[in-house]
């Protein structure tokens, strides 16, 4: 059981504020003592969840945090902490779905870590009733073609008005 709780140590320790007392290198292997988990979570719910796969436990950061007990990495990007929830948990909630509890501190961790991933690209969008706010580094953004759309759009309409007010 130690083994897979440190193996997924990272995640345990930034998502859910799992934290050792220490951990001792025994003959049968690595126990840890005086595990916790930040409240609400249920430590005995995140073990059995986890221990629904066997994970090997890295050596270099498995090293860093048992002897030199050092905290584990943070998760540099949203699409790590995506792939250690689906490597840790999948199948473990209902419909192949990963289970509440970790969706939410998934979502808590990137927003505190500032690593929320964006949708979709930025939408460019000129609102021709705010053509006041347009400024020259909003159209350095713009590819050159869409300019040239918003000049003809432009000038259709500037036609249409001085056809329509005549």
């Not at 050596?59 to 945090?65: D, G, I, M």
């Amino acid at each position: 059981m130690w083994e897979i709780l440190l193996a997924g140590f990272q995640g345990l320790y930034h998502l859910f504020g799992a934290r050792v007392t220490s951990w001792d290198i025994t003959d049968e292997g690595i126990v840890a003592n005086g595990v916790t988990f930040a409240s609400p979570y249920d430590p005995n719910q995140i073990v059995e969840d986890i221990n629904k796969h066997n994970r090997r436990v890295e050596f270099l950061p498995a090293y860093r945090v048992v002897v030199q007990g050092q905290e584990p990495e943070p998760f540099e990007d949203a699409g790590a902490v995506n792939r250690w929830g689906v490597q840790y948990f999948k199948g473990a909630g209902t419909d192949s779905k990963a289970p509440a509890y970790l969706r939410e501190a998934s979502a808590s961790y990137k927003a505190t870590a500032g690593i929320l991933g964006k949708r979709g690209p930025k939408r460019r969008t000129i609102r021709l009733d705010k053509m006041e706010d347009l400024t020259e580094e909003t159209l350095k953004n713009i590819p050159a073609e869409n300019i040239q759309k918003l000049r003809e759009m432009l000038a259709d309409l500037d036609k249409n008005s001085v056809t329509t007010a005549a």
